[in-house]
C-alpha cells in the first residue's frame, strides 16, 4: 500500500507559476514510477506528466510540453509538479498517482492515487 498526499494547489493569475508536491508513504518511492493527472469538471481525467523510477525518464501531455516539468527527490519520496506560463485551461484538480511497474500515460495503469489538490487559474 502506498499513501500520496498532493499539496501545493491554489488560486494563480494567468501566466504565473505553482509548484504542486507529492510525498509517498508505505513504500520505496525510489521504485515507484510517479505522474500526475488532472481532471476539470465534466470532463476525463487527463494525462498531464510522468517520471520513470529508473534513469531520468519524463513524458509530459501534448497541452502541458514546455511549461511543465516533473521531478522527483527519493530521499524525501516526494515528486513535484512545476507549472509555468499557466493558463485558464490549466484549471483543475490535480492527482498525483504511482505504479510500481513502469511510467505510462493511462490512468487504469496507476495502482495509487492522491486525494487532488485544486489548482485555479484566474484574474
Known amino acids: 500500500q502506498v499513501d500520496l498526499v498532493e499539496s501545493g494547489g491554489g488560486l494563480v493569475q494567468p501566466g504565473g507559476s505553482l509548484r504542486l508536491s507529492c510525498t509517498a508513504s508505505g513504500r520505496t518511492f525510489s521504485r515507484l514510477a510517479m505522474a500526475w493527472f488532472r481532471q476539470a469538471p465534466g470532463k476525463e481525467r487527463e494525462f498531464v506528466a510522468a517520471?520513470?523510477?529508473?534513469?531520468?525518464?519524463?513524458y509530459y501531455g501534448n497541452s502541458v510540453k514546455g511549461r511543465f516539468t516533473i521531478s522527483r527527490d527519493n530521499a524525501k519520496s516526494t515528486a513535484y509538479l512545476q507549472m509555468n506560463s499557466l493558463k485558464p485551461e490549466d484549471t483543475a484538480i490535480y492527482y498525483c498517482a504511482a505504479s510500481p511497474v513502469g511510467p505510462s500515460e493511462e490512468v487504469n495503469e496507476y495502482d495509487y492515487w492522491g486525494q487532488g489538490t485544486q489548482v485555479t487559474v484566474s484574474s
Open positions: 517520471h520513470s523510477w529508473a534513469y531520468e525518464n519524463t
